[in-house]
């Protein structure tokens, strides 16, 4: 079974310009969870996607949006680019949202 | 407000000896721990898990500890071995709630050979 993938793995971008990363679930997973990680703060919760619904929500400036499509694959969004938005975000599936979460190898994002 | 705390950024350990991490949580609501082991350009990958029910779970090197009265968890390596080093996190959820995971900020872990 494929892992989870996410595109592109590297960005560079600048202050004031928006971007869209996106996540590919485990075929069958239906939940999707986005985190930042940061040095110094670990992974911070952005959203978690169940079904094309929005469950959860983390402490994130309305900037920060998603969106999940129906077959599980979901988009993450930030609309104007601060230089603390520079972090690596990383994706994870699971089947409903419990238990144990497989990550992708994250999207590290770069804002100049 | 930093409701799970690991408190030892880094930890170095010799090869076949054991490692402790450690891990502290404050939102007595948490019933669902988990431990994820980061290698560097890799995303997290799921290591072990308790659930609050119960107070140990083994598999095979690895074994998770809660305490719920302290709110404690650990995480012990027997033996540890060089391939263990990595940033290792805990992650905390009320699974009576939402589906959400508190991380803490990881624990770097170097065994050295």
């Known amino acids: 079974k494929a892992g989870v993938t996410q595109t592109p793995r590297y960005l560079i971008k600048t202050r004031g310009q928006q971007v869209t990363l996106s996540c590919s679930p485990i075929s069958g997973h239906r939940s999707v969870s986005w985190y930042q990680q940061t040095p110094g703060q670990g992974l911070q919760f952005l959203f978690e996607?169940?079904?094309?619904?929005?469950?959860n929500k983390g402490n994130f400036p309305g900037r920060f949006s998603g969106r999940q499509f129906s077959n599980s694959r979901s988009e993450m969004n930030v609309s104007t680019l601060e230089l603390g938005d520079s972090a690596l975000y990383l994706c994870?599936?699971?089947?409903?949202?419990?238990?144990?979460?497989?990550f992708g190898p994250g999207t590290r994002l770069t804002v100049t | 407000d930093q409701q799970v705390k690991q408190n030892s950024p880094s930890l170095s350990v010799q090869e076949g000896r054991i490692s402790i991490l450690n891990c502290d949580y404050t939102n007595s609501m948490f019933d669902y721990f988990l431990w994820y082991k980061k290698y560097p350009a890799e995303g997290p990958t799921f290591l072990i898990s308790i659930s609050s029910i119960k107070d140990k779970n083994e598999d095979g090197r690895f074994t998770v500890f809660l305490n719920k009265s302290a709110k404690h968890l650990s995480l012990h390596i027997v033996p540890s071995q060089p391939g263990d080093s990595a940033v290792y996190f805990c992650?905390?959820?009320?699974?009576?709630?939402?589906?959400?995971?508190?991380f803490g900020t990881g624990t770097r872990l170097k065994v050295l050979a």
């Open positions: 992650a905390a959820s009320a699974t009576s709630g939402t589906y959400k995971y508190i």
């Open positions: 996607y169940f079904s094309e619904t929005q469950r």
């Open positions: 994870a599936s699971s089947p409903y949202g419990q238990g144990s979460q497989y």
